[in-house]
Nanobody, 132 residues
Framework: QVQLVESGGGLVQPGGSLTLSCAAS????????MGWFRQAPGKEREAVSC????????????YYVDSVKGRFTQSRDNAKNTVYLHINNLKPEDAAVYYC?????????????????????WGQGTQVAVSS
């Protein structure tokens, strides 16, 4: 059974840090470009970041939307079949449910953006709250 399971969310003070994990099962993560999205209450889902597959080359590319550049870092550990989102200097506007998903490799690699891609795997999300 294919699954993506996010974890690591919680309540953090503004300026704090958090690391979200997305563990895959039922498929091998190394072959996929993976991304993070978030959705705040009453708002549309927005893309956050992506990291390209390392199936062919160990070199990978990452892409971040402007609002998180310099504060968010996406990484992957293929041995653990897991991708991560390291978040620093959390702001109140970062509060949302964060989802990981398979995304379009070409868009990510070319720095075009983060777009859901085949085979369309999504996790259930992990909640990040930011409050003092």
């Amino acid at each position: 059974q294919v699954q993506l399971v996010e974890s690591g969310g919680g309540l953090v003070q503004p300026g704090g840090s958090l690391t979200l994990s997305c563990a895959a099962s039922g498929f091998t993560l190394i072959y996929y470009t993976m991304g993070w999205f978030r959705q705040a209450p009453g708002k549309e889902r927005e893309a956050v970041s992506c990291i390209t597959s390392t199936a062919i080359t160990k070199d990978y590319k990452t892409y971040y939307v402007d609002s998180v550049k310099g504060r968010f870092t996406q990484s992957r550990d293929n041995a653990k079949n897991t991708v991560y989102l390291h978040i620093n200097n959390l702001k109140p506007e970062d509060a949302a449910v964060y989802y990981c998903a398979t995304v379009d490799q070409i868009a990510c690699r070319n720095g075009v953006g983060v777009q859901p891609g085949p085979p369309g795997y999504w996790g259930q999300g992990t909640q990040v709250a930011v409050s003092s």
